[in-house]
C-alpha cells in the first residue's frame, strides 16, 4: 500500500470510529431504537393492515413480480420482534397509521410498505404472524428484525444470515415453490448495528476499516445466498446520511448535518457499489441491485433542493416530531407512574423524522418519491 492511501485510510478510520462511537454513545443507531433506555425494545406485532390511499398500488405486470421478501433491520421491520419493553410498541408509534402501535419505528409506515406499493403487492406478512395471516402469505414474508445486522448485534434477535436460514427452511416446507420464487424480489436493509456493536465490544479504531470490509462482504454472501434460493431479484439498500439523523444534529439545535459522518458513510456505500458490479458481472440477468437511499435522504432534507420530490415542505426536515423530554429520555418514554416523557408534534406530516433515527410515515413517502429514478431502474 503506497502512503498517500495509508493516509487516506488511517484519517478515514478515525473519522469512522468518531462517527459510529458517536452513534453508539449518542444512543441510537440507524436501525434501532435508543439504548438510552438501558434495555432493548423487544416488538411483536399482532395484526398487518392493508394499504390505505396514502400508499398508491402500482401494477408493475411488466416487472412480472408478484412477491417480496424481506430481510434486516428497523428500516424494514414491520412487527417480527417479541412484544416487550416498549419503544416501537408503545404509543405514540402507529398515531398516523394505523391509529396504534403495530411494532414499526415510525408514527405510521416504514420502507417496506411503500416498496411493497411499488412492487404491487400488500405489505409483506410478518414471519411471526405466518400462521395468523394467511391471506397475505401470498404477497411474501418480511422476516427483519429492529436492532439487527448482519453479524451479531447487541439485541437478542436474528441476524440477517439467521433470516434467511429461516426463509430458507421455508421453503424446505413447501410455503413457496420455484415459480414463485422467480417472480420475487427481496430486499435487503443493514443500517450500522453492526458497527455500533464492533466498538461496544472494543474494536478499535484502526481496525474498523478492515470490518466495514468484512461487513460489506457479507452482505455480499447474503445476496448470492437469496439469489441463490431462486428469487428474481435481489435489492440491498444503502446507507442514509447518518450525519443528518437528529440524534446526530441535536448539538447542532437541528440545523445541519454532520459532515465528516457523512463523508464516512460513502466509504461504506462504495464498498457495497463494488461488492454488487462484481456479483453482478459473476451472474446472468444482473440480479444484484443497491437501491440508494443517500440522494433521496438528501434531496428531501436539503432546505434549497427541490421540494417538488416530496410533494411536501417540511416545517425543519431535521428536527423529530417526537422527542424525549431530556436525554435521559427518548420517543415513547414513560417513568414509573406510566407518565409520558416525551413530546410530539402538532403534525406529524410536517416533520421528515419521527424520532432520534426514523422517519415519519411522510418522511418515508417523499423519499419514496424522489426514489422513483432509481427504483425505475429495476425494471431492466
Known amino acids: 500500500m503506497d502512503k498517500q492511501k495509508k493516509k487516506q485510510l488511517d484519517v478515514l478510520s478515525i473519522v469512522l470510529f468518531t462517527f459510529f462511537f458517536a452513534l453508539l454513545t449518542g444512543g441510537a443507531s440507524a436501525s434501532s431504537h435508543s439504548h438510552n433506555h438501558k434495555k432493548h425494545h423487544n416488538l411483536h406485532h399482532h395484526h398487518q393492515k392493508h394499504h390505505d390511499e396514502q400508499v398508491q398500488q402500482h401494477n408493475h405486470d411488466h416487472m412480472g413480480l408478484s412477491k417480496l421478501f424481506v430481510f434486516g433491520d428497523s428500516y424494514v421491520d414491520t412487527g417480527n420482534n417479541q412484544k416487550a419493553g416498549g419503544g416501537s410498541w408503545s404509543f405514540p408509534y402507529g398515531m398516523t397509521f394505523p391509529g396504534r402501535p403495530t411494532g414499526r419505528y415510525s408514527d405510521g409506515r416504514v420502507f417496506t410498505d411503500f416498496i411493497a406499493s411499488f412492487v404491487g403487492v400488500k405489505s409483506p406478512l410478518p414471519f411471526k404472524l405466518r400462521k395468523y395471516g394467511k391471506p397475505l402469505i401470498p404477497h411474501g414474508m418480511n422476516f427483519a428484525h429492529g436492532g439487527t445486522g448482519v453479524f451479531n448485534t447487541l439485541v437478542p434477535e436474528p441476524n440477517m444470515t439467521t433470516q434467511i436460514d429461516t426463509f430458507t427452511q421455508l421453503l424446505k416446507d413447501g410455503w413457496y415453490t420455484k ?19 464492533f466498538l461496544f465490544r472494543n474494536g478499535s479504531d484502526k481496525d474498523l ?33 447518518l450525519g443528518c439523523l437528529p440524534s446526530k444534529t441535536a448539538p447542532l439545535a437541528y440545523q445541519k448535518c454532520q459532515e465528516t459522518q457523512n463523508t464516512a458513510v460513502g466509504f461504506h456505500n462504495l464498498l457495497l457499489q463494488q461488492v454488487v458490479e462484481k456479483l453482478n458481472n459473476e451472474t446472468t440477468g444482473s440480479p444484484f441491485h443497491v437501491l440508494d437511499l443517500y440522494t433521496p435522504f438528501m434531496s428531501v432534507l436539503d432546505k434549497q433542493g427541490p421540494k417538488k420530490n416530496s410533494g411536501h415542505k417540511f416545517e425543519n426536515p431535521l428536527k423529530p416530531c417526537c422527542l424525549g ?56
Open 179 to 197: 415459480h414463485d420464487l422467480n417472480h420475487s424480489m427481496a430486499l435487503l436493509s443493514v443500517a450500522g448495528n453492526d458497527y455500533g456493536t
Open 209 to 241: 476499516p478492515a470490518f466495514i470490509t468484512k461487513v460489506v462482504t457479507q452482505i455480499g454472501v447474503n445476496l448470492v445466498q437469496v439469489h441463490g434460493l431462486g428469487v428474481k431479484k435481489v435489492v440491498v439498500m444503502g446507507l442514509q446520511p
Open 325 to 380: 423530554i431530556s436525554d435521559k429520555y427518548s420517543c415513547g418514554s414513560v417513568d414509573n407512574k406510566g407518565e409520558k416523557k416525551y413530546t410530539i408534534c402538532e403534525n406529524p406530516k410536517s416533520a421528515f423524522f419521527w424520532d432520534g433515527v426514523h422517519p415519519t410515515q411522510q418522511g418515508w413517502k417523499a423519499v419514496y418519491a424522489a426514489m422513483q429514478p432509481s427504483l425505475d431502474k429495476l425494471y431492466y
